[in-house]
């Protein structure tokens, strides 16, 4: 079976403060890879996504970068978290060919900028 | 631009009962994907049900069916025989067949927070 762990579950960070969150997937190769923010009470906005290693496109423009350095690795960094960073973040791999991929999600990380 | 509308912000059943969320999406393309995701409390994101715009046939899913009109550009879903395990945010979403520019995006409704009562 195919299984997306999220690392890590909860996080506390100061403002300013660099963030490093990892994203891996068992099961499958080559998988498209997503990264999504949910804040509060709302929907999610695409941040990320990866059809391959090394390939990155970015949805909006922020503090935030990802990388894709393994197969099955997707990490999200910020060299200096703002509060407006707090949210719940979930990864995603798609089923199927990108663009029209089914995606199923991890179980998310819960980031809490002070 | 597609967009996604959740018109209940809120809605209860009872447990065994049978209870329809709706969504309504709008949209000039004529091939796309469409999906229901439930989020319980631990907030991970299950996909529920899956439609392909092209397929006339109503996609179901062991209690979950969707009621797809796609002249009406309306894609609900039914929950039969209701669980407490169903109590979760359910949200609509939209995906197009086409692969360009924004088109590669989720389109996701607000949302519809689900209570089941024992």
């Known amino acids: 079976s195919q299984t997306i762990h999220q690392w890590p579950a909860t996080l506390v960070q100061p403002v300013g403060s660099p963030l490093s969150l990892e994203c891996t997937v068992e099961g499958t190769s080559n998988p498209n890879l997503y990264w999504y923010r949910q804040a509060a009470g709302r929907g999610l906005q695409l941040l990320f996504y990866?059809?391959?290693?090394?390939?990155i496109s970015s949805e909006v423009p922020q503090n935030l970068s990802a990388s894709r350095p393994q197969d099955r690795q997707f990490i999200l960094s910020s060299k200096k978290l703002l509060l407006s960073d707090s949210g719940f973040y979930l990864c995603?791999?798609?089923?199927?060919?990108?663009?029209?991929?089914?995606?199923?999600f991890g179980p998310g990380t819960r980031l809490t900028v002070l | 631009a597609q967009t996604v509308t959740q018109s209940q912000p809120e809605m209860s059943v009872q447990e065994a009962e049978t209870v329809t969320l709706s969504c309504t999406y709008d949209?000039?393309?004529?091939?796309?994907?469409l999906f229901w995701y439930k989020q319980p409390p631990s907030r991970q994101m299950i996909l529920v049900i899956r439609q392909e715009a092209y397929k006339q046939q109503n996609a179901t899913e062991n209690r979950f069916s969707v009621n797809f009109q796609k002249a009406a550009k309306s894609f609900s879903l039914k929950i039969s025989d209701s669980q407490l395990g169903d109590a979760a945010m359910y949200f609509c979403?939209?995906?197009?067949?086409?692969?360009?520019?924004?088109?590669?995006?989720?389109?996701w409704g607000l949302g519809t927070s689900l209570a089941v009562n024992p």
């Open positions: 995603a791999r798609g089923e199927g060919y990108f663009p029209t991929d089914t995606q199923y």
């Open positions: 949209t000039s393309e004529s091939d796309y994907y």
């Open positions: 979403a939209y995906r197009s067949a086409y692969n360009a520019g924004n088109n590669r995006k989720l389109i």
């Open positions: 990866s059809v391959g290693i090394g390939q």
